[in-house]
């Protein structure tokens, strides 16, 4: 079945600052890859999504990119805020059998210091 | 409803006991979905709805976790004989169109098992 791997498991950037969060997966069928957001003791809120036919979209200050060769996305904020700061879950999944079963990667802690 | 809805938020258990936790989904979205988050980990996945049938069962970790879902609306995951392993947050998802288009989670019941 589908893995999903996620690094770094922390992050800690300065206000302004970049941040990139990289997933790897290891079913090549995958074809769909969101990430989550989940501020603490919140439920994950979808923030962008990807689809295997595309290779990078844009949503204002987020952006993911996707190598189907190599079997890795990436999630980049830019100009992050302290409201960035929350946990970031990537996830894969193949709609196969009439549905998407998503994956999720352990997730990645997020801290903006102002 | 506007989003998916879990009930109780909070349970607290002895050791032992049953308890059975409520998931409300979006009306209309067919596709629901369990999963469980330990402490700081991520979402690992329990169980699968299309409609009242249970395609996928692949995620429950034992035959104490069982899962119900009447029609297209509410769903009931009930944990047997409960062991202080189980305590977790439960997150359900619902989805339309069998989730190719993301999943909207609830905030989930946070089980705890004394």
């Known amino acids: 079945g589908e893995n999903v791997e996620q690094h770094p498991s922390t992050l800690s950037v300065q206000e302004g600052d970049s941040a990139v969060i990289k997933c790897t997966y290891s079913?090549?069928?995958?074809?769909?890859f969101p990430w989550y957001k989940q501020e603490l003791g919140k439920r994950p809120q979808l923030i962008i999504d990807?689809?295997?036919?595309?290779g990078e979209k844009k949503d204002q200050r987020i952006a993911v990119t996707l190598n189907k060769t190599a079997k890795h996305f990436s999630l980049h904020i830019t100009e992050t805020q302290p409201e960035d700061s929350a946990v970031y879950f990537c996830?894969?999944?193949?709609?196969?059998?009439?549905?998407?079963?998503?994956?999720f990667g352990a997730g990645t802690r997020l801290a903006v210091h102002p | 409803g506007a989003g998916v809805s879990q009930s109780p938020s909070n349970k607290v258990t002895e050791k032992g006991k049953d308890v059975e936790l409520r998931c409300d989904p979006i009306?209309?979205?067919?596709?629901l979905y369990w999963y469980r988050q330990r402490l700081g980990q991520g979402l690992e996945f329990l169980i699968y709805?299309?409609?009242?049938?249970?395609?996928?069962k692949s995620g429950l970790p034992s035959d104490r976790f069982s899962a119900e879902r009447t029609g297209e609306s509410v769903s009931t995951l009930t944990i047997q004989r409960t062991q202080q392993e189980d305590s977790a947050v439960y997150l359900c998802?619902?989805?339309?169109?069998?989730?190719?288009?993301?999943?909207?989670f609830g905030s989930g019941t946070r089980l705890t098992v004394v």
């Open positions: 996830a894969a999944s193949t709609f196969t059998g009439g549905y998407n079963k998503l994956i």
């Open positions: 709805f299309q409609g009242n049938s249970a395609p996928d």
């Open positions: 998802a619902s989805s339309t169109y069998q989730g190719y288009y993301g999943y909207t």
């Open positions: 990807i689809r295997s036919n595309v």
């Open positions: 009306s209309g979205h067919t596709a």
């Open positions: 079913d090549s069928a995958s074809n769909y």
